[in-house]
């Protein structure tokens, strides 16, 4: 089985690149898509136009959808384990493919702080929406540069050790695509992936037969 992983496409912003990901859709071949978290912007106000459309047309509705709720998108909260024709929502998704044990989870899960206040992040968010549309500001991409700054390696491990009941935990969030591969003590190969944005990176993540890749729309 071949599977696809993307995050963090904030359909309704002012930001996202809705060429891309359709061109993206339209070309992708999978038996199973996971849409990570992020995937329409609930949280701020969002605009829908005959872009939406387009990005509905260039989904393959045959194929299995997996729908894991993010933060920007929790409005979907309410319908975690249920199923919508192909589209499966879920908080995390959980599955083996060539002994190895995968797990895909939004990943605003591990960080502390406003983010998990939702009430407040919907005040804020407001704020962020008017700003970023009249005056064209990318905040978003403000706060995700801030945050990765900040970020220290122990975080990986602390989502690791958190998720220690699985070789591969794939997640999105913070829009920084990266990769994380390593033997542990008990000799195992575990691995961490981030697979980034489609605001400013256009990254996505491929599974095949156990293997993992982090990708862009360049490769």
Known sequence: MKRIVISDIHIGSPKY?????????????????ILAGD???FIKVPAFSY????????????KDIIYVVGNHDISFE????????AISFVDKYDFE????????????????????????????SIIYDYLERRFDWDLTGWYVGYKIKKRKLRRIWDILK???DVDVIIMGHCHHPEAVIWVDKNQEIK???????WVDNQSWVSI????????????
Do not use: P
Not at 17 to 33: C, G, S
Not at 208 to 219: A, H, I, M, P
């Open 17 to 33: 690149n809705y060429k891309e990901l359709v061109n993206f859709l339209n070309t992708a071949e999978y038996d199973q898509l």
């Open 51 to 62: 872009r939406f459309a387009e990005i509905l047309n260039a989904i393959d509705f045959s």
């Open 191 to 197: 691995t961490y992936v981030n697979c980034g944005d």
């Open 162 to 164: 958190w998720n220690d």
């Open 39 to 41: 995937i329409i912007d």
């Open 78 to 85: 309410g319908m975690v384990g249920a199923k919508v024709g």
């Open 97 to 124: 493919e060539s002994g190895r044990k995968f797990r895909v989870i939004h990943g605003h899960q591990f960080e502390k702080g406003m983010v998990n206040l939702k009430f407040f992040m919907k005040l804020l």
């Open 208 to 219: 095949s037969s156990g293997v993992v890749r982090l990708k862009t729309q360049n490769d």
